[in-house]
């Protein structure tokens, strides 16, 4: 079935420095990719999103880029602050064909920044 | 716009009895909501997809009749956990989408402890 695979945590990282958080998937076809995130006290956020081959997500300086041929959707940002300590999940969906179409979700990844 | 809540936000209850979660869609028409359980530290598990007048698909493993979930109108599901134990105690999660929609919206979860 379906799977998504992250980077394990936690990260700790300095306020300005470049963050890389590894995601790869298994799925046959072409499924849409997604990178959602949890704020503390919070519910999930879309953070970013893919839904073909090379396309690129880009929100809040964070970016990731839909790579068929390595099956990953690595998220990326150049500078990184505090506020972006949070939660991180990548995750797939096969939708929507009809309907929504549930979501598999990778592990999680805490990322904490310290100013 | 597709704001999602949930409440209560926390719930304490005895081993034994049931406890029932709302998930609400406050500006949008919701005809699919998911429910989700997460551990601590731990990613998002689907329990089970929700269509509006429908019943509800349970994922595998999951017990329909311990996890009851109706979803009644197009802005309100519930999720009741029956017979709660301690295991049950968990952070629980909804979100809500539309067809044709890929993306989904999240409530901020319940946190429920079984004593």
């Known amino acids: 079935g379906d799977s998504v695979t992250q980077m394990e945590g936690p990260v700790t990282l300095s306020e300005e420095a470049f963050l890389t958080i590894n995601c790869t998937y298994t799925?046959?076809?072409?499924?849409?990719l997604f990178w959602y995130v949890q704020y503390p006290g919070e519910g999930l956020q879309l953070l970013l999103k893919?839904?073909?081959?090379?396309d690129k997500g880009s929100n809040k300086g964070f970016e990731a880029t839909y790579r068929k041929e390595t099956t990953s959707f690595h998220l990326e940002k150049g500078s990184v602050q505090v506020s972006d300590s949070a939660v991180y999940f990548c995750a797939l969906s096969r939708g929507p064909v009809q309907g929504a179409q549930k979501l598999v979700f990778g592990q999680g990844t805490r990322l904490t920044i310290n100013p | 716009g597709a704001v999602v809540s949930q409440h209560p936000s926390w719930v304490i209850c005895k081993s034994g009895t049931s406890v029932k979660i709302e998930c609400r869609s406050l500006d949008f028409q919701a005809t699919t909501m998911f429910w989700y359980r997460q551990f601590p530290k731990q990613s998002l598990m689907l329990m089970a997809t929700?269509?509006?007048?429908?019943?509800?698909?349970?994922e595998q493993g999951v017990e329909k009749d311990k996890f009851l979930i109706n979803h009644a109108s197009l802005t309100l599901s519930t999720l009741t956990v029956t017979s709660a134990h301690p295991e049950d105690s968990s952070f629980y999660i909804c979100s809500a989408s539309w067809v044709r929609q890929l993306e989904q919206y999240f409530g901020p979860g319940t946190r429920l402890t079984v004593t």
């Open positions: 799925a046959t076809g072409y499924p849409s």
């Open positions: 929700s269509n509006e007048g429908s019943k509800a698909t349970y």
């Open positions: 893919a839904t073909k081959a090379d």
